[in-house]
């Protein structure tokens, strides 16, 4: 596990926010393909067999952020419309991606680490 300083970590690592993972999880499925925001939220929530799935109120933020920093490029399905905004992600978001990828793998290592001897000394389970 990550110790900082030589000091003994007190917390359990989910050092990342919900915010932080939300805006990895959208930037690793624009790599792909473009999407809209409605379809990042039920591919998000199908990925993760439906345990979990980020709000709109999270999503469309974390979108119209993204695109101001140029991270993504947006366009309306319908421009007169206004209804569906597709997105893609941009060369320079694509740098950012790899960027914040690396950043965040240690803490997801640690907390994968963590439930999984959780889950073999208190349940028994076998990995």
């Given amino acids: 596990m990550n110790n900082y300083r030589n000091e003994r970590n007190r917390q359990f690592p989910s050092k990342i926010s919900t915010t932080s993972f939300v805006k990895l999880y959208i930037l690793h499925l624009l790599k ?24 709109p109120g999270m999503v469309y933020p974390l979108l119209r952020e993204l695109e101001e920093e140029g991270y993504v490029t947006g366009w309306w399905e319908e421009p007169d419309k206004r209804s569906i905004r597709h997105y893609r992600l941009t060369d320079e978001g694509y740098k950012h991606y790899k960027v914040i990828l690396l950043q965040h793998k240690p803490t997801f290592e640690d907390s994968l680490h963590i439930v999984q001897t959780v889950l073999k000394d208190i349940y028994g389970m076998k990995f």
């Fill in 32 to 55: 792909d393909r473009s999407y809209y925001g409605n379809e990042i939220i039920e591919e998000i929530k199908s990925r993760l067999n439906g345990k979990w799935e980020p709000s």
